[in-house]
C-alpha cells in the first residue's frame, strides 16, 4: 500500500509523523516509571523527564527544514535530561537527532559531529575508567559510542550513498543528453548527405532538360529534325534521372531481408550507385546536350573505394553540368589516378555574366562538402582566364 501523498518522501508531513511516533515512544516508555535510567537515586521527580522529551521530539520535526536548529535543539535537550538523570527515551529519540543531522545538514556539519563523536567516546572511556579506577569504566566510552558515533557513522554512509545516487542520476542524464545530441547530429548529417544526392540527381538532368526546352521556345524557325532531337534528349536526361533517383531511394530503404513481399523467396533489386567507370556515358549524354567534352586519363583505371567512387562521379557530373550552363560549349575532363589518390579536374571557358542558367550555388557547396568528408581536397574558381574544379580524392591504398 503507498502513503497518503502527505507523508510522502520530503514531505513535513512525514517528519511530523517521525516526531509523533518518537514521543509516542518515549511515552510508552515514560510509563513504565523508568525515570531516571542511568542514575536511579537523583530523587528528581519523573514528569521533570517529560519536557526534555517533548523538546527532542520536537527536534526531530525539524531534521529536514533545519538541520543544524534541529541538533541544537536536541543537545540542549540532552544536556538538560541528563542532568536530571538522563530517560532512555530521550536518549534513543536523540540518536534519531544525530542520524538526521548527517543525512541533511551541510558537509562540515558531519565532518564536525564525526570528531566530536569520536573525541566525547575516547573522553567517556577514560573517565570511566579513572572514576571507577576498574577497566570496567570503559563501558562509559562504548555508551557514548553506542548512542552517539554509530548514528553519525550511519548517518554519514546513507549520505554518502544518496550523493552517489544523485551523481549517478545526472550522469545518466548528461548520457542521454550526448545520446540525443549524437542523433540529432547524425540526422542533420543524413538530412545533408541527402540534400547533395538530390541536388546531383535531379538538378543536373533538369538543367539539362530547361537548356533544351528554352533552346526549342526561344528559337524560331526550328525544323522537324532539331525539335526531335532536342526532345530526344530531353527524355534522355528525364529517364536517367528518374533511374538515379529510383537508385538513391533504394539505397534509403532497407534492405532485403531475403524473401519478397509476398514471400515467393525472391531477392529485392539490386542497387548500383554511380560509378567513376561510368563516366563515359555521362560525358554522352553532357554531348548531346550540347557540350562538347574532350575526356583525358593519366594512369591505370583500378577498384576504388565506393565513398570515392560515388563523390568523384557526382563531382565530374555537376562540374559538367555547370560547364553546360554557364561556360561557352566546351569543357576538359581529366581524371588521374595515382597511387593514393585519384585526382579529378574540369576546366571550362566561362561566357559573359548574365548568360546561361541561373543557379543557387548549391552545387559548389555540395562538392566541396564531398571533398571534405572523405579528407580530400578542393579548389574551385578562375585560372588563367578558363574556369577550373579540381578535386582530390584519397583512396588509402598507397604507402
Not at 579528407?375 to 578562375?382: D, K, L
Amino acid at each position: 500500500m503507498r502513503p497518503p501523498p502527505w507523508l510522502g518522501s520530503g514531505t513535513l508531513g512525514r517528519d511530523l509523523a517521525l516526531a509523533a511516533a518518537s514521543l509516542a515512544g518515549g511515552l510508552v516508555l515514560y510509563s513504565l516509571g523508568w525515570q531516571p535510567q542511568v542514575r536511579p537515586d537523583t530523587g528528581v521527580p519523573s514528569a521533570l523527564f517529560l519536557p526534555p522529551l517533548l523538546v527532542m521530539c520536537a527536534a526531530v520535526g525539524m531534521r529536514r527544514v533545519a538541520p543544524r536548529a534541529s541538533l541544537a535543539v536536541g543537545t540542549g535537550a540532552l544536556v538538560v535530561d541528563t542532568a536530571l538523570g538522563n530517560s532512555l527515551g530521550t536518549i534513543l529519540v536523540y540518536t534519531q537527532v544525530l542520524y538526521d543531522a548527517c543525512v541533511y545538514g551541510p558537509p562540515r556539519l558531519w565532518r564536525w559531529l564525526l570528531r566530536a563523536t569520536i573525541g566525547l567516546s575516547l573522553l567517556g572511556a577514560v573517565v570511566g575508567v579513572v572514576s571507577l579506577d576498574n577497566w570496567r569504566g570503559v563501558t562509559i566510552g562504548v555508551l557514548v559510542v553506542l548512542a552517539g558515533l554509530l548514528p553519525v557513522l550511519t548517518g554519514i554512509s546513507v549520505r554518502q550513498y544518496r550523493d552517489q545516487a544523485v551523481a549517478e542520476r545526472a550522469r545518466a542524464e548528461q548520457t542521454a543528453r550526448l545520446v540525443e545530441l549524437d542523433r540529432r547530429q547524425a540526422v542533420s548529417a543524413e538530412r545533408a548527405r541527402m540534400a547533395r544526392e538530390l541536388h546531383d540527381v535531379v538538378a543536373n538532368h533538369l538543367s539539362a532538360v530547361a537548356i533544351h526546352a528554352t533552346a526549342v521556345l526561344s528559337v524560331p524557325g526550328l525544323d522537324r529534325g532539331q525539335v526531335t532531337s532536342a526532345l530526344h534528349v530531353i527524355r534522355e536526361s528525364s529517364v536517367q534521372g528518374l533511374a538515379e533517383m529510383r537508385q538513391m531511394i533504394e539505397v534509403l530503404r532497407e534492405p532485403a531481408t531475403g524473401d519478397g513481399p509476398a514471400g515467393d523467396g525472391r531477392a529485392g533489386p539490386e542497387v548500383v550507385t554511380a560509378r567513376l567507370a561510368e563516366v563515359d556515358g555521362l560525358v554522352e549524354r553532357i554531348q548531346a546536350a550540347g557540350l562538347a567534352v574532350r575526356v583525358r586519363t593519366d594512369g591505370t583505371p583500378g577498384p576504388l573505394p565506393v565513398g570515392v567512387d560515388l563523390a568523384a562521379y557526382r563531382i565530374v557530373q555537376e562540374s559538367l553540368t555547370n560547364a553546360l550552363k554557364h561556360g561557352t560549349g566546351a569543357a576538359k575532363l581529366t581524371i588521374a589516378y595515382r597511387p593514393a589518390e585519384v585526382v579529378v579536374t574540369v576546366e571550362n571557358p566561362v561566357r559573359a555574366p548574365g548568360g546561361g542558367v541561373p543557379g543557387a550555388g548549391a552545387g559548389l557547396i555540395g562538392m566541396r562538402e564531398r571533398v571534405t568528408l572523405l579528407a580530400g581536397r578542393f579548389t574551385a574558381g578562375p585560372r588563367d582566364g578558363r574556369w577550373q574544379v579540381r578535386a582530390a580524392l584519397p583512396t588509402g591504398q598507397g604507402g
